[in-house]
Structures are given as structure tokens and as C-alpha cells.
Nanobody, 131 residues
Framework: QVQLVESGGDSVQAGGSLRLSCAAWGATSMKYTMGWFRQTPGKEREGVAAIYTVGGKTNYAESVKGRFTISRDNAKNTVYLQMNSLKPEDTAMYYC????????????????????????WGQGTQVTVSS
């Protein structure tokens, strides 16, 4: 059983930056797709960024490309989401997700578009961006 613990959510002004962290406990394999999703009340969960832990390739939603960066530290079993140039529309609860996957990186990163492919989820951390 993998447990994910997010941290780093906060309230910031538009144009500011935040870094979210997701610590994974109990991971027994090095081959994971890990992702960040976000959700606002009344809306579906939206994939923001994904990373495949083997090789570190990444995928991003169009709305955050050029502003957000996902990275990982395999030694610490931690994934980060650096968020720059934040906008009010980035306000949401942000969730970390993970799932084991031994296939190719291209397929692994497509999980960004299918939240149901992720087996493990964190409790979420709130990001609020004011104008």
C-alpha cells in the first residue's frame, strides 16, 4: 500500500509562485507514473502534470505549460510541482496521484488524461490565488 502526503499549498497573489511536494511512503517499485491533479467544487478532477519515474519524462496540461514544472527525487520518493506565474484560475485543491506501471513512458504519461488509471491518491492541498 502506497501512501501519498502532499504539502506546500497556500494562499498567494497572482503572479506568485508555490512549490507543492508529494512524499510517497511504501513504494516498492521504481516504475511509477506520478501526477498532480486539481479540482474545484462542481468540476471534474483535471490532470495538471505527470512524470514517469523511469527516465523522468513529463507531460503537462496546456493550461499550465511554461508555468508549472513537475520533478522527482527518486532517492526521497518525492515528487514536486513548481508553480510559477500563478493565476486566479489556478485556485483549486491539488492532489498527488501515483500508480505502478511497467510499460512505456509514452503510455505512462497519457495517464494525465485518465484520473481513473491512478491507484493511489493523497488527501489534497489547497492552493488559492487572489487577483
Amino acid at each position: 500500500q502506497v501512501q501519498l502526503v502532499e504539502s506546500g499549498g497556500d494562499s498567494v497573489q497572482a503572479g506568485g509562485s508555490l512549490r507543492l511536494s508529494c512524499a510517497a511512503w511504501g513504494a516498492t517499485s521504481m516504475k511509477y507514473t506520478m501526477g498532480w491533479f486539481r479540482q474545484t467544487p462542481g468540476k471534474e478532477r483535471e490532470g495538471v502534470a505527470a512524470i514517469y519515474t523511469v527516465g523522468g519524462k513529463t507531460n503537462y496540461a496546456e493550461s499550465v505549460k511554461g508555468r508549472f514544472t513537475i520533478s522527482r527525487d527518486n532517492a526521497k520518493n518525492t515528487v514536486y510541482l513548481q508553480m510559477n506565474s500563478l493565476k486566479p484560475e489556478d485556485t483549486a485543491m491539488y492532489y498527488c496521484a501515483a500508480t505502478q506501471y511497467g510499460g512505456g513512458w509514452y503510455e505512462a504519461l497519457r495517464f494525465l488524461y485518465e484520473a481513473s488509471r491512478f491507484r493511489y491518491w493523497g488527501q489534497g492541498t489547497q492552493v488559492t490565488v487572489s487577483s
